[in-house]
């Protein structure tokens, strides 16, 4: 593929949340609901069904461990991403922004990472078509989301399910009412900057970069001869730092964002029996730097028609069309380098700013008759940047699908579903001579164009069987042969030297030794053939079973084939003789299974020899270019296959005014698929080989409470906890040695922090203990972990825990007559991150770019600095004479990201239907509604939840403000 889309608080939000959660419990049953409709809310939820793949079942007949996430609760937080509108709805299941960028995304794993090699995300099934994302759509569309946690739930899909199953159903005309019926959504928001930062002013830096120097020369120079040092050829530098000049780049770089959410829906039934429901939809969001910008357009139908009491036949089709600016990589990261002694501007012979007229360099800014005002840093003007730096992504994206059922008996049913999906996604690059990309080439103009186009089918027939025995036996049965096709295509162009910029249009012009030309192509097809069995006994004792034989072809002959079996048991204790008149317990389920899928998500062709192009000397010095094999066959190369335990409790009291459920899991994934580095002596690079095993286990906890039910109050709270433990448990066939040169450590969880550890600064008063270790005071210390009194690479360790020890949220939402008013939170507990901004703006060693608010360790000196014994930072400078040689391995830079966010605030106003009679409206609400308003962490980068994310393309935290309405005709 071408290219990838590629302050603290005193709060203690563990025993607010008991508290709150407490009086919840008290007041819960303080407004009773007349029986008959809690008898009529009962059974309605008895009604419920949860999609399981491929089929239904009753919500009090399902064994294993799956999630339901209605239409109502996607839509609430009124988010432009379905993802992050389920954000914290469902335990076991963590969802996290990539980088806060618009338009870039979320990362989504269920019950952690299981995979050296795949993405870690689950399979989305979005009306029958596999996705491995589903960004794309517009959250209004989505009916429901059933996700399929436990392996005996996903087995089903086999190969594909390891990670498992996010069922995405969009709105179809199934659910139709009779006529005509309309749905209008609109709102608007704004996006501010919050959390930013806090870094050094104009005075702070210049004394930091006063100190930077006396690392290199002798600590008894005067005031005056420093000074002179580090101000030289930079007299306007000095002339600031003595006025107390500070040029804030915030402001320079960011503006304020923006929203929109535009959604228009028609449905409706005609007495033939036909039911349709489309859509249109419009949406876009604007970052927080210029071209920085996500706009999405949707169109979506889905039609059901049937025809007679035995044929009935639907379709389903999905379009959007998606525009991403991706702004400059590099506009943050240059912003926050430069010093506030600097600014953007170009400067008169005296010195002072000419507003609106840009200089590329600003730490080279010179006079007009060409001599130095200041000498420092080459980083590029970053409004530069930004103007003269493009990233277009364009993608047109469909899928649908189309069925027919017959129906000869009540009990049996025929369908055959096709489904097929398109794709077709172009990344345009285009930087000018003013850009870093220009830098880089000695001021030429690049350009680039990388498409990616992909189509997919799946062809399902299936038959299924439902029947009686007797009033005590209920048996169904669920026979399905499956096909799947997947072709993609890669094309990638790029040259550098255009004469003029013309964006990414005109390569051609560009010099002819500096085209890059690639393509490719790849298929992949999958083969399947599966049952499942469901059996109830008295309506207490529930069985499943199922079965899945998975063919593949990107396996060598003898390992393309495998069956992934599961078996799940339940006990409705409730319905017991001893429990059925109970008043106190309403529902008591006992769950166990047992599953095995599978992950064949790895490159096609990756068993095979393949070949690199080269260029090779033949004829004396003459280059040809040729082929030379890179990878080593291994036709053994197999499936991963996950084998996973679930034990879970589903429980209701007092008429399901508490409902929730407890699980309990443990996953072992073996034979996992990774790219091993051969020895030179070999003539190959690597090989892709099953490696080793990783194991999850973890606890999850979903408890709702109706606290307040009466007619004109309600309130409902609903509260989420996950724990899970990642280890990787064994490579290489032996679970002894770890492979730390591939970051393979064996008891820890994969991608772990390995590295020494930072045990601070070397002191003054201990000179001789440092001098022992080959150090001197003032620089960075690691632990002597093994106390052989030397620091090597035994020293090094793993540094806390790279993911969340657990997670949780909580969910409130209150209606007083009209009024509507809901929030929700979300944490992430006990994780230790590499964070990429300290990596940048904590480094001591580079003494020209600006850094975060901070002390560090200043030695005694005769050059009128006051010296510092800070133990935090060592003494800036390069590392050699200042921070340190093991101050490079970035052991200093690792933060703690816990976090606990507000999520949303939404207060809402629904008029009532006698207000409305008269304008021919069925429904009307206006509301105002904030996303991420408060964030309580001890993280003081940009934002904890992409803490790690690539430095450059994250974005700081933003709060942003809706007003919308919703109406229905």
Do not use: C
Not at 26 to 42: C, L, M, R
Not at 501 to 526: A, E, F, H, P
Not at 756 to 781: F, H, I, S
Not at 879 to 896: K, L, Q
């Amino acid at each position: 593929m071408p290219h990838e889309k590629f302050a603290g608080s005193g709060l203690d939000f563990r025993k607010t949340i008991a508290a709150f959660f407490l009086f919840s419990s008290a007041v819960a049953f303080a407004q009773e609901t007349p029986a008959s409709d809690t008898i009529k809310s009962t059974e309605k939820e008895i009604e419920q069904v949860v999609l399981v793949g491929y089929g239904s079942v009753k919500k009090t007949d399902l064994t294993g461990s799956v999630s339901t996430i209605s239409a109502e609760k996607i839509t609430e937080r009124n988010n432009t991403s379905p993802l992050e509108a389920i954000q914290g709805s469902t335990p076991g299941v963590n969802i996290t922004s990539s980088t806060g960028r618009a338009g870039d995304g979320f990362k989504v794993s269920i019950r952690g990472n299981n995979s050296l090699t795949a993405s870690g995300n689950p399979l989305f099934v979005v009306d029958g078509v596999p996705l491995d994302n589903i960004d794309f759509l517009n959250p209004q569309d989505i009916a429901r989301m059933d996700i399929l946690k436990d392996a005996a739930s996903a087995a089903i899909y086999g190969s594909r399910g390891a990670s498992g199953v996010v069922i995405v159903t969009t709105k179809s005309g199934s659910s139709a009412k009779r006529g005509i019926s309309v749905q209008l959504e609109t709102s608007y928001g704004v996006k501010a900057a919050t959390r930013l930062p806090q870094m050094m002013t104009g005075a702070e830096w210049w004394k930091f970069h006063q100190v930077a120097y006396m690392s290199a020369t002798p600590l008894t120079q005067t005031p005056e001869q420093l000074a002179a040092l580090a101000g030289n050829q930079s007299p306007l530098l000095v002339s600031r730092a003595k006025n107390g000049y500070n040029f804030n780049w915030y402001d320079a770089v960011l503006r304020p964002g923006a929203t929109q959410n535009h959604y228009l829906n028609l449905s409706g039934r005609a007495d033939n029996g036909l039911a349709y429901n489309m859509s249109f939809g419009y949406q876009k969001d604007e970052g927080l730097i210029d071209k920085d910008s996500n706009e999405k357009y949707n169109f979506k139908l889905g039609a059901t028609h049937k025809i007679n009491d035995k044929f009935s036949t639907g379709a389903n089709v999905t379009i959007a069309k998606i525009t991403t600016d991706l702004g400059s990589d590099l506009a943050m990261q240059e912003a926050f380098r430069l010093s506030p002694l600097m600014s953007p501007w170009a400067v008169d012979a005296n010195g002072n700013e000419i507003v609106g007229r840009k200089f590329f360099l600003p730490g080279k800014l010179t006079y007009p008759d060409g001599s130095w005002a200041i000498n420092k840093t080459s980083t590029p003007n970053p409004l530069s940047e930004i103007a003269n730096s493009n990233q277009t992504e364009k993608v047109w994206q469909a899928l649908g699908n189309i069925f027919f059922q017959y129906q000869p008996k009540k009990w049996l049913s025929f369908k055959t579903t096709f489904s097929a999906g398109f794709l077709s996604s172009q990344l345009g690059i285009s930087n000018t001579a003013e850009t870093n990309a220009g830098v880089a080439l000695n001021g030429l103009i690049s350009s680039s164009i990388g498409r990616f186009d992909n189509f997919n089918y799946t062809w399902d027939n299936q038959i299924d069987m439902k029947y009686t025995f007797g009033e005590n036996h209920d048996f169904s049965l669920l026979l399905l042969q499956s096909l799947f096709s997947n072709e993609d295509q890669t094309s990638y162009s790029y040259s550098n030297g255009q004469p003029f910029d013309t964006g990414i249009y005109n390569l051609g012009s560009g010099v002819q030794t500096s085209y890059q030309i690639k393509s490719g192509i790849s298929r992949r097809q999958l083969a399947s053939f599966a049952a499942r069995l469901n059996y109830a006994y008295k309506n207490k004792y529930l069985l499943t079973a199922s079965t899945r034989y998975d063919g593949t072809s990107v396996f060598y002959n003898g390992e393309q084939w495998g069956s992934f079996p599961s078996l799940a048991l339940a006990w409705r204790i409730n319905k017991e003789s001893f429990l059925e008149n109970s008043t106190i317990l309403s529902d008591l389920k006992l769950r166990a299974s047992i599953g095995y899928t599978g992950n064949d998500n790895v490159i096609p062709y990756t068993t095979q020899a393949l070949l690199n192009q080269q260029t090779f000397y033949a004829n004396g010095n003459s280059l040809v270019s040729g082929f030379q094999t890179e990878t080593l066959a291994n036709f053994d190369l197999t499936w991963e296959k996950t084998r996973e335990l679930n034990f879970g409790l589903d429980f209701g009291f007092l008429r399901n005014r508490i409902t929730g459920t407890v699980d309990v899991y443990d996953r072992l994934s073996k034979d996992l698929i990774y790219q091993q580095q051969l020895p030179a002596e070999t003539g190959w690079r690597n090989t892709y080989s099953n490696v080793g095993s990783v194991s999850n286990k973890g606890v999850e906890v979903l408890l709702t409470t109706k606290n307040i039910q009466s007619e004109k109050i309600t309130w409902e709270t609903t509260f989420t906890f996950s724990k899970n433990v990642n280890e990787l448990v064994s490579i290489y066939g032996q679970d002894q040695i770890s492979d730390i040169g591939n970051n393979l450590i064996l008891g820890a969880s994969l991608n772990p922090n390995y590295n020494y550890v930072y045990d601070g600064v070397w002191q003054e008063n201990e000179a001789t203990q440092a001098a022992a270790y080959g150090q001197k005071p003032g620089m960075a210390r690691p632990k002597d972990i093994n106390g052989d009194g030397k620091f090597d690479a035994k020293d090094r360790t793993v540094i806390g825990s790279s993911v969340p020890k657990w997670q949780g949220s909580f969910y409130s939402r209150l209606t007083f007559g009209n009024f509507d008013f809901n929030f929700s939170v979300i944490t992430s507990q006990g994780q230790t991150v590499l964070s990429t901004f300290h990596r940048n703006f904590a480094d001591v060693t580079d003494r020209g770019r600006q850094k975060i608010a901070m002390d560090y360790f200043i030695p005694t000196n005769g050059a009128g600095i006051e010296a510092s014994a800070n133990n935090e930072n060592p003494r800036p400078g390069a590392v050699a004479t200042g921070a340190g040689a093991f101050w490079g391995s970035g052991m200093a830079f690792y933060r703690d990201a816990s976090f606990v966010k507000v999520k949303n605030i939404s207060l809402g106003y629904t008029f009532s239907s006698n207000f409305l009679s008269n304008m021919k409206i069925n429904g009307l609400r206006i509301y105002i509604n904030v996303l991420d308003p408060f964030v309580f962490t001890k993280f003081d980068g940009y934002d904890p939840e992409w803490a790690s994310a690539a430095f450059g393309i994250n974005r700081p935290a933003s709060v942003t403000t809706q007003f919308g309405l919703s109406a229905k005709f």
